[in-house]
């Protein structure tokens, strides 16, 4: 079935759309700061410290999807890791923040690393 | 469920300061002891050296303040129309408040509450016989 048609069987609300990626996005961003600051305490270098954002990262998105998304999704009948009750692609859940927090990730994570290593 | 959210964010928050506490006073002393050292070797980096006890009260508290931080978002919308009018019917603005209990600023409500209560819908009979009803309601607690 092609997209158009789908939309015209089950529309899609448009606020309901905003308002989740608006949830998510704040969400992302707010921890990645979080995620420097942990980054810099620890003193992490180049790689481990990049590998790190992408581990917590995707710890929040496992997390959010726990407490957020499956409890009314599994109550309503999709399977386990569906997302299409509240997002629109499942891609973009799992890894929509990643480029969105990077940039807190690392200014947190300097500034922390500085002030902790002296 | 705010004040429980908020709670883990604080407390997350106390531990992870301490953390960073415990690891600036670890690397001072580090840094303490190798200048008073500097005759006899010269130690360039601290690096990595942390105790274990610190690296494992970072990575807790940061997931503790992780699982505050998820637990204060607000609940999500649905996105396919007919669970959104579905749960709007049953809960109406209860199911669309944020945390704090006020209801959003952005909902809708019922999309088709303009066309429910047109007049040319209202059903005139079943309002005279509602009336009268009442007025005779009113007559017999006179009478008594």
Known sequence: ???????????????????????????QSLTASLFGVSAGILGLESY??????????????VLVYLLRVAPTSLS????PLDTSRYFRSPFDFWTGGLMNGLAGYILTWTLFYGMVRA | MALLSKTITAFGGLLLAHACYSAREHTTLLSLRAATAATLTSSPTVAASLPLDIIIETIISTFIILVGLVLGTRPLRPIEWRVWAGKIER?????????SGAV????????????????NFVDIRK????FADWIQKGDSLQAQ
């Open chain 1, 1 to 27: 079935m092609s997209t158009e048609r789908e939309l015209q069987i089950s529309p899609i609300v448009q606020e309901s759309v905003m308002h989740n990626s608006r949830t998510l996005s704040n969400l």
């Open chain 1, 48 to 61: 481990s410290g990049f590998l790190l954002y992408l581990v917590f990262s995707l710890l929040t998105a």
């Open chain 1, 76 to 79: 309503s009948g999709k399977p």
């Open chain 2, 91 to 99: 809960e109406g603005e209860e199911g669309f408040t944020d945390n």
């Open chain 2, 104 to 119: 959003d600023r952005d909902f809708v409500g019922n999309p088709f509450s303009l066309l429910e209560s047109r007049p």
């Open chain 2, 127 to 130: 309002q005279r016989k509602e």
